[in-house]
T-cell receptor
Framework: KQEVTQIPAALSVPEGENLVLNCSFTDSAIYNLQWFRQDPGKGLTSLLLIQSSQREQTSGRLNASLDKSSGRSTLYIAASQPGDSATYLCAVEGNTDKLIFGTGTRLQVFP | DARVTQTPRHKVTEMGQEVTMRCQPILGHNTVFWYRQTMMQGLELLAY????????DSGMPKDRFSAEMPDATLATLKIQPSEPRDSAVYFC?????????????FGNGTRLTVT
């Protein structure tokens, strides 16, 4: 059974810092891995999707990497801003259409 | 900007009452998911449909929960009878076929409180 873990559970940093959020999964047989952002009281917004054949994806200040064989992904946020404050979740999709989510990292960036 | 629409946004009900949550997926998406989010369990998959056919509802307590897609523009999740432990935020999400380079799109959720 696939299990997804995210570390740290919470992070509080001053703005301007570069951040690394970690995601690990137990079954490496995945189709893709997605990173989502969730703001309070809102649904999830997809940030980046990495297919199993890819190593990384970039969007603006965000860079996500995937090491399928070791069951790890990292989300790198460059030059963090207060507007980046949210919960970040990773999710993996296996061969059953299902997205299995981690419990998230709650990020606070203060001015 | 296409989005997944869920109604109601909030629902407060008494134990034993029936609750129906609705979802309008993004037009053209052929996969619809229902997730439940709680502080303790995080996001749990309850059920999902592809081309309106239910593919997996193993995450749902079948004695009280039911999920349907009467047409391509509407998915419903029903709880009857509701219990306090059902209190959570229920999310609907839609997307395209598995394995493609297509992210999942979530609605803003229905926050359910059962007293």
């Amino acid at each position: 059974k696939q299990e997804v873990t995210q570390i740290p559970a919470a992070l509080s940093v001053p703005e301007g810092e570069n951040l690394v959020l970690n995601c690990s999964f137990t079954d490496s047989a995945i189709y893709n891995l997605q990173w989502f952002r969730q703001d309070p009281g809102k649904g999830l917004t997809s940030l980046l999707l990495i297919q199993s054949s890819q190593r990384e994806q970039t969007s603006g200040r965000l860079n996500a990497s995937l090491d399928k064989s070791s069951g790890r992904s990292t989300l790198y946020i460059a030059a963090s801003q207060p507007g980046d404050s949210a919960t970040y979740l990773c999710a993996v999709e296996g061969n059953t259409d299902k997205l299995i989510f981690g419990t998230g990292t709650r990020l606070q960036v203060f001015p | 900007d296409a989005r997944v629409t869920q109604t109601p946004r909030h629902k407060v009900t008494e134990m034993g009452q029936e609750v129906t949550m609705r979802c309008q997926p993004i037009l053209g998406h052929n996969t619809v998911f229902w997730y439940r989010q709680t502080m303790m369990q995080g996001l749990e998959l309850l059920a999902y449909f592809r081309n309106r056919a239910p593919l997996d509802d193993s995450g749902m307590p079948k004695d009280r929960f039911s999920a349907e897609m009467p047409d391509a523009t509407l998915a419903t999740l029903k709880i009857q009878p509701s219990e306090p432990r059902d209190s959570a935020v229920y999310f609907c999400a839609s997307g395209l076929v598995q394995g493609w380079d297509s992210p999942l799109h979530f609605g803003n959720g229905t926050r359910l409180t059962v007293t």
